[in-house]
């Protein structure tokens, strides 16, 4: 099955679809979701992108990330590809928004407009090994000092959300 992505304008207004890979390489701003999950003690759940990604390969990023469908809710696209990739399922909710557009391998670019999705969970987790290499909690403060130290180990959106994100806004 093709995997289309929703263009969408700087505020977020639908102007058309596209296949997934076409709209990366032609660079057009599309609609993507990522998600910040949070335990008990306030460490966010991040995820190691599997190895054969076709972008960011082996790069730490935040519990997941996606293209919602043509006409699907944010929330509940960001529900389902939490459960696709992580293998868990939890409430979300929107905490943020921005535009970000970054060049990448492979003649790609990534033009999006993100929804920052965030939840709390303390459950099991089930990775798809096609989808994550490795996962880990992370204290906040910690990660701030690592993406500082190490920031090629991070993928670029997750650099940027962590640079406007405020922590206060864990519920």
Known sequence: ??????????????IGLMEKMEAHKKCLKHRAISVLVFNKNGELLLQQRA?????????????????????ENILAAGKRRLNEEMGFSTSLKESMS??????????????????VLEGKYD????????????????????LKMDI???????????????????KEEVK
């Open 98 to 115: 921005f535009n970000y557009k970054v060049k990448l391998d492979h003649g790609l670019w990534e033009n999006e407009f993100d929804h």
């Open 1 to 14: 099955m093709t995997e289309m992505v929703v263009l969408v304008d700087k505020n977020d207004k639908k």
């Open 123 to 142: 459950g099991e987790i089930r990775p798809n090994p096609e989808e994550v290499k490795n996962y880990k909690w992370v204290n906040l403060e910690d």
């Open 51 to 71: 190895d054969c990604k076709y972008h960011c390969p082996g790069k730490w990023a935040n519990t997941c990330c996606t293209h919602p469908r043509d006409g």
């Open 148 to 166: 500082a130290e190490n920031p090629d180990i991070y993928a670029f959106w997750f650099k940027e959300i962590m640079k406007k994100w405020k």
